[in-house]
């Protein structure tokens, strides 16, 4: 079964300062996609990466997935408060059911 | 659009105590699932259905049932809750046949004592 790692599972950052996390994967990415989630809230669909070195920005979020299309990084640049959550990566590992494999998360704090 | 949407937000359950979640998408998705989501676990799947007519076991099935009732309606149901049931229940809705994004519910919050 694939497996998704984050990286690092936690984040503190002084606002205007910019970051990345990683999502690195066991098999090969089919499909990838970010959510972002709040405290005690659904997730928030960000990104799909589906073709190896595609990179889809939207504001100040930055995702990349690489050539090999196993590992994923977002990158936030000029952080703020409004970027505080959850983000998790999910991975589409293929086939006709739809199935979704998910990351841990990586919490992100940031100091205003 | 609602999306998609769950009930109730929050519940306490004593053990051996039975219930059902429900969940209801009005966007016309074919595929819905069922997710908990534990601390240091990340979310895993419970249950899914592809389509309206059929459903499937996820990672963590055990102790759960699914019905799926039609094509906007899914449920979960604990006929038998145990304190390790204890979670935050998500569901879950996509599209079939094209990419795979699903959209998450607001989740339920279950307590099992």
């Known amino acids: 079964s694939q497996e998704l790692e984050q990286s690092p599972q936690s984040l503190i950052v002084q606002e205007g300062k910019n970051l990345t996390i990683n999502c690195t994967s066991s098999k090969t990415l089919y499909g990838l996609y970010w959510y972002k989630q709040k405290y005690g809230e659904g997730l928030i669909f960000l990104m799909m990466l589906q073709k190896g070195g595609e990179e889809k920005s939207h504001e100040k979020i930055t995702a990349k997935l690489d050539e090999k299309k196993q590992q994923s990084s977002l990158h936030i640049t000029a952080s703020q408060p409004s970027h505080a959550g959850i983000y998790l990566c999910?991975?589409?590992?293929?086939?006709?059911?739809?199935?979704?494999?998910f990351g841990k998360g990586t919490l992100l704090t940031v100091n205003p | 659009n609602a999306g998609v949407t769950q009930t109730p937000k929050f519940q306490v359950l004593k053990t051996g105590q039975s219930m059902t979640l429900q969940c209801a998408q009005d966007?016309?998705?074919?595929?819905m699932y069922w997710y908990r989501q534990d601390p240091g676990m990340g979310l895993r799947l419970i249950y899914y259905?592809?389509?309206?007519?059929?459903?499937d076991k996820g990672e963590v099935p055990n102790g759960y049932n699914v019905s799926r009732l039609n094509k906007r309606e899914f449920s979960l149901r604990l006929e038998s809750a145990a304190p390790s049931q204890t979670s935050v229940y998500f569901c879950a809705s996509s599209v079939a046949g094209g990419p795979r994004e699903q959209f998450f519910g607001p989740g339920t919050r279950l307590t099992v004592l």
């Open positions: 259905s592809a389509s309206e007519g059929t459903t």
């Open positions: 966007m016309n998705h074919n595929s």
């Open positions: 999910g991975a589409d590992g293929g086939g006709s059911n739809y199935k979704l494999t």
